[in-house]
């Protein structure tokens, strides 16, 4: 822009260096003089928290819509509907004078205890990455940015300020970098934020490789990294490492950093014009969309209604669901009348209104009777007598809706849950009400899952109704009245028990440090290849009606450049009508480095009448089938077979063709000094010079040992003996018969590898 560049070369020093660093607790630094407007920012991601006061960060907000949190969003598994929230939230920050809403979260669920859970969409970086970039399109498309957060690794609430998260390359890209490059590449938010935590011993506000390395230059972002609210420690390592923006201000001592650097020689300034650039694009890109007027509170409310009811996952149903006319209800627990419906913390939205469930669920109850009974206390005390009456009325009905819902103090920001089940009372509760009601519904509204172990077998349905926004509890008696199907499925796995968790003998750490031991094996990654039992899987979620997967069409062979077109049919087999979320997942069985038992690569939704029939296309590229090698420094999708699976969960597959990928990359092969008899077979290029050179040399090696062709070595197979050993101590057992030292062949066959001929001392490309 020819206006930024022309504002830059007028800035003194001293404006450059204020400038990166926040005038307020909501706002960036305005410059009269040269014309540079202030930009207003505000707490998000599933409502707009813009404060009375931007001066202060705890102050109140002004009244917005509550809509569902990300935990409810992603289990819709709409990217239209997910776009749809996005523009509606920037509606209201244009409403209420915000430039840039800060979220969406899209940190993995790395353990179901992370306090954060619910501000987060996946376990699975695909997912989250595309749920995330829809929601970017969704608001910047109205001219309001977004701040892609918390990059990265921040995936629990314990020493969030300074935990140091021990992670390996291939873990990280794949899992906890993916969803944020998918989001960044196809959504394009103006801002990412970086994270509190360190990442392998650095700050991420400090961490070069990761904001500059790999996001700005190999991702290609262009918008601002700005840092999570005190997240910067040294503000002059944090604007080399690529940090552009820094947040709350005002701190005078950050400019005053930054302006004796660049003097001392220590910060180029044009390091610092580079933040100051990306900067002033994004504030004049933000002041291009007028502010004020008035948003459709009504209209952005039945919106909230309806992606909450999208979102609702029914986990189990034993012909309960939908109601069917009863005439006597007995609606038990205190989030029926004092609905749980966002999380604590920084998204915490002052709501324009609340729909309360009792109220709505007696307003399409029509005739039938309905009493209620509080269940539980506020909080974590316990009332043996609320459960006493609570039984009392659920005899007296037809059947019994439990509302339980975790507290504050158990699932908010700032903290990590403490358990993973409901508190001591509401299971209580559950377990008495079923007891003496057998036809009872548990509605949950908790942001992530629930050991039910205690109490699921003796209820007959369960509707996890998430944190649900302010409009939840009409969509929660849609439900249960069958006006909505459901159609939400687990972004997430329920496990049976804690224990059972990927990350449990590795959360939430210990000085200091947090070590993701359980590498790329999270969520359903881990159940599967454990083959552990779960309580519900990832992609679970039942409906009022059936589906029938039909048909599937892949070509056998396809080129990696080319990509794979899938296709398949899907046909609603019951008697209402539906949403089925169709996924596919992909299962390498032949990979050199181990790949999860599959790994989800395309979905939709896909709305069906009764007996109607869709066909569902679905591409997958070159990263469908490719994980990150460590050692290469890239994604690698190797040639071979791979099987394509088609299902209504992760564990519920209903389709499976195997195809086979024809690679046309050339990658170089990684046989060094030390690489073993196994990985020179394994290698492409290696195979071909072993086998031979084996064949030659393994009867020289019997020989070494004394053995007749088909004899044991001490009683163990002598192949077997060598495979793991580096090829030079292969050599060595015969040393004395080799032309040359064992570490001189051994260099002379990896020169014929990598395409080398020598010649006497000099070496040439053959």
């Known amino acids: 822009m020819l206006e930024v560049e022309q504002i830059l070369c007028q800035m003194t020093l001293e404006e450059k260096a204020a400038l990166c660093t926040g005038a307020s607790a909501w706002t960036t630094l305005a410059i009269p003089r040269l014309g540079i407007p202030e930009m207003v920012v505000s707490d998000g991601p599933h409502g707009v928290r813009r404060v009375t006061d931007v001066q202060a960060v705890g102050a109140k907000s002004l009244p917005a819509t509550a809509f569902p949190t990300a935990s409810c969003l992603s289990a819709t598994w709409d990217r239209e509907l997910l776009r749809e929230v996005g523009a509606a939230i920037a509606r209201e920050a244009i409403a209420l004078g915000v430039d840039v809403v800060l979220g969406p979260g899209n940190n993995m669920k790395r353990s179901p205890l992370g ?44 020493q969030r300020l300074r935990i140091d998260v021990r992670v390996d390359e291939r873990t990280l890209r794949e899992i906890y970098l993916t969803g944020f490059e998918i989001a960044v590449k196809k959504g394009r938010p103006w801002t990412v934020m970086c994270a509190y935590n360190k ?45 552009d923006l820094a947040m709350p201000g005002p701190k005078a001592r950050f400019t005053q950093a930054l302006v004796e650097a660049v003097r001392s020689g220590r910060l180029e300034e044009a390091r610092l014009d580079e933040a100051v650039r990306r900067i002033l694009r994004v504030v004049f890109r933000a002041k291009a969309t007028p502010k004020g007027g008035q948003f459709d509170l009504e209209a952005h409310h039945a919106l909230a209604r309806r992606a909450a009811a999208e979102g609702m996952v029914l986990l189990k ?24 419906f966002q999380g604590g913390g920084s998204s915490n939205v002052n709501p324009t209104r609340v729909d309360i469930p009792l109220e709505e669920l007696r307003r399409l109850a029509g005739e039938a009777q ?8 506020e909080g974590l005390a316990e009332d043996p007598g609320l459960i006493e009456e609570a039984v009392a009325r659920a005899k007296e009905a037809e059947v019994a809706l439990v509302f339980v819902a975790l507290p504050p103090a158990v699932e908010s920001e700032g903290y990590d849950r403490p358990f993973l089940g409901l508190t001591p009372q509401q299971e209580a509760l559950i377990q008495a009400v079923s007891q003496a009601q057998p036809r009872t519904v548990v509605i949950l509204n908790t942001g992530s899952a629930v050991d039910m172990r205690t109490w699921i077998g003796g209820v007959g349905a369960v509707l996890q109704g998430w944190l649900m926004g302010q409009a939840g509890a009409g969509a929660i008696a849609d439900i249960l009245f069958g006006r909505v199907n459901p159609s939400g499925k687990l972004a997430e796995t329920f496990p049976l028990r804690l224990q059972d968790t990927p990350a449990y003998l590795n959360f939430p750490g210990e000085n200091g440090e947090v070590r993701y031991g359980e590498g790329i094996y999270i969520g359903y990654r881990y159940y599967e290849a454990k083959e552990l039992p779960v309580l519900f899987p990832f992609g679970h979620g039942l409906s009022y009606t059936t589906f029938h997967y039909a048909n599937l069409r892949c070509p056998p062979r396809f080129k990696d450049t080319e990509g794979l077109r899938i296709a398949f049919e899907v046909t609603n087999t019951g008697q209402m009508a539906g949403k089925e979320i169709v996924q596919v997942y992909v299962r390498d069985p032949q990979a050199s480095l181990p790949r999860p038992p599959k790994e989800l690569k395309g979905f939709a939704k896909v709305a069906l009448e009764p007996g109607e029939t869709k066909t569902v296309e679905i591409e997958l590229d070159y990263r ?20 394509i699976l088609v299902g209504a969960s992760s564990a519920d597959i209903r389709l499976c063709q195997t195809v086979v990928l024809e690679a046309t990359q050339d990658w170089p092969s990684l046989l060094n000094e030390e690489s073993t008899l196994r990985e020179w077979l394994q290698d492409k290029r290696g195979r071909g010079i072993m086998e031979p050179f084996l064949e030659e040399m393994l009867p020289r090696i019997r020989a070494a040992f004394g053995l007749e062709e088909g004899e044991t070595f001490i009683g163990m197979d002598l192949m077997g003996f060598l495979l793991d050993m ?30 080398v001929k020598r010649s006497g001392e000099e070496h040439r490309v053959l």
């Open 115 to 158: 306090g954060r859970n619910f501000e987060y969409f996946a376990e699975d970086p695909y997912l989250a990455g595309e749920l995330a970039a829809s929601y970017i399109q969704g608001v910047q498309a109205q001219g309001v940015g977004t701040s892609l957060k918390h990059y990265a690794a921040n995936n629990q609430e314990y």
């Open 199 to 243: 990442v392998n011993g650095t700050y991420a506000s400090e961490h070069r490789y990761l904001l500059q390395q790999i996001l700005k230059d190999e991702w290609g972002f262009e918008g601002l990294v700005v840092s999570d609210w005190g997240a910067v420690v040294d503000r002059v390592a944090a604007l080399e490492a690529g940090l």
């Open 317 to 340: 149903n034993e012909g309960l669901l939908p109601l069917k006319n009863p005439q006597r209800i007995a609606v038990i627990g205190r989030s029926a009348r004092y609905p749980q």
């Open 370 to 377: 309905i009493a209620y009974a509080e269940g539980y206390p």
């Open 624 to 643: 469908a089938f490719a994980y990150y090698h460590p050692g290469l420094k890239d994604w690698v999708a190797e040639e071979g077979e791979y099987e």
């Open 726 to 755: 580096p090829l030079r101590s292969v050599l060595d057992f015969q040393s004395e018969q080799l032309p040359a030292p064992p570490e001189a062949m051994v260099q002379e066959l990896l020169h014929r590898v990598r395409g």
